[in-house]
């Protein structure tokens, strides 16, 4: 028996056994040979064969026995039989029992060639099968853990952070002029900084734990805009980029309006960050002719290559190495945490809308939602 195998033959005619032996090696296969079903049976329970050939009418254990006990003992296994004429309503009960295929007596080699390599790539595509069903269990294994992992230390570090935030609050005043004072200020700024990543990771979490519950609202879009303009005056000063608004006066949307808000914040955080100094952002938005709002976000910046657009939705994915961006979330090529289109993909597919990006590198991105809205009948 050869520690290779990969065919076990079991026939009880010491001729048919030569002939099968000299065809399956000429095939380039593997094979060992057993002289009736006994044999055969404690050969298979010894060596892991992924195919086994048997006739049916043996002395000692017959073939139907064979097929029942090994299916029973592996039920994966490929199992052809060779039959006569006489008995072909047996193959095809043991068919029923599992057998994937049978072969008909005197045996025409030409066609046993053919099924035999069909089952040994049955047999390849069921292992695939295996390996990738346990690779996806896995990987569903791992994504519990980081869920868990990400819920508990966002929730364990909220407390320190704000306490690092308080007490930096309140001694600042009282540092004013003196020598401490900017170091204090730098540790009111690093904290701020990590409070951010603190929310952004429940942020997280809460997208992990349960589907987004939406409060919709009736209300008037361009004050929201406003106000997001001025959250973002200063940091588009400073970094010389122009920021244009494009919204009707009357617009008037039925949407998440928290939810909304951070889907545009979001979306002109990122053309903030991926805008080289002195660039235009541009907002649009409108209630297009096919009853959707319609808010695109233009930047004139760095683009994303087209291969990378597929992925920029997921979570934590970041087209530069992560690990050499800037801390600092405004500056050009501002760190993140892969995660901010994250929650605007589900917090649009949760409105039952999508979001899209056209882009060109070098040139820049345009970031487009569309949302539909209630028809005018509806009285939402
Ligand atoms: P991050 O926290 O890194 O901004 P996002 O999920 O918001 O995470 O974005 C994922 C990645 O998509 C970014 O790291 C960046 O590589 C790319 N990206 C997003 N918006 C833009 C943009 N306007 N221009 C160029 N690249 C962008």
Not at 126 to 152: M, P, V, W
Not at 256 to 270: C, S
Request: net charge negative; with cysteine.
């Amino acid at each position: 028996m050869s520690a290779d195998s990969q065919i076990l033959v079991v026939e009880d005619e010491a001729t048919i056994r030569l002939i099968w032996e000299r065809f399956l090696n000429r095939w380039g296969y593997q094979v060992d040979m057993a002289e009736n079903g006994q044999v055969g049976l404690d050969r298979a329970r010894e060596h892991a064969y992924r195919l086994i050939i048997t006739d049916l009418a043996m002395p000692v254990l017959g073939g139907q026995e064979l097929v029942r006990t090994l299916k029973a003992e592996q039920p994966d296994l490929e199992i052809i039989v060779t039959t006569g004429q006489g008995t072909i309503e047996i193959a095809v009960e043991m068919m029923k029992a599992g057998v994937s295929d049978f072969i008909t007596k005197p045996i025409n080699f030409g066609s046993a060639e053919y099924v035999i390599k069909k089952c040994l790539e049955n047999v390849q595509a069921k292992r695939e099968n295996i390996r990738l069903r346990r690779i996806n269990r896995d990987l569903e294994e791992l994504n519990k853990i980081k869920e868990k992992f990400i819920a508990i230390t966002s929730h364990e570090l909220r407390t320190p952070v704000s306490i690092i935030g308080n007490i930096v609050q309140a001694l600042e005043p009282s540092m004013d002029g003196t020598e401490e004072a900017s170091m204090i200020r730098m540790i009111g700024s690093a904290s701020e900084q990590l409070r951010e990543i603190v929310t952004e990771m429940h942020e997280i979490s809460a997208l992990n734990s349960e589907k987004i519950s939406l409060q919709p609202s009736r209300f008037a879009f361009q004050p929201l805009c406003e106000e997001v303009d001025v959250e973002f005056q200063l940091v588009i000063e400073e970094r010389g980029h122009r920021l244009n608004w494009y919204v009707p006066e009357h617009l008037s949307i039925r949407v998440d309006r928290a939810k909304i808000k951070k889907v545009l914040r979001e979306l002109i955080q990122n053309a903030i960050k991926f805008t080289n100094d002195g660039g235009e952002i541009t907002v649009r938005a409108a209630n297009n002719e096919n009853g959707e709002f319609e808010l695109t976000v233009t930047d004139t910046g760095i683009g994303i290559p087209h291969d990378e657009r597929k992925w920029i939705f997921g979570l934590f994915y970041e087209v530069s190495d992560t690990l050499h961006h800037h801390s600092s979330k405004s500056q050009f090529g501002g760190g993140g945490m892969g995660i901010g289109l994250a929650i605007v993909n589900d917090i649009v597919a949760a409105h039952q809308g999508r979001v899209t990006v056209d882009s060109e590198v070098g040139r820049g991105s345009r970031f487009r939602v569309t949302i539909p809205q209630p028809g005018p009948g509806s009285g939402a």
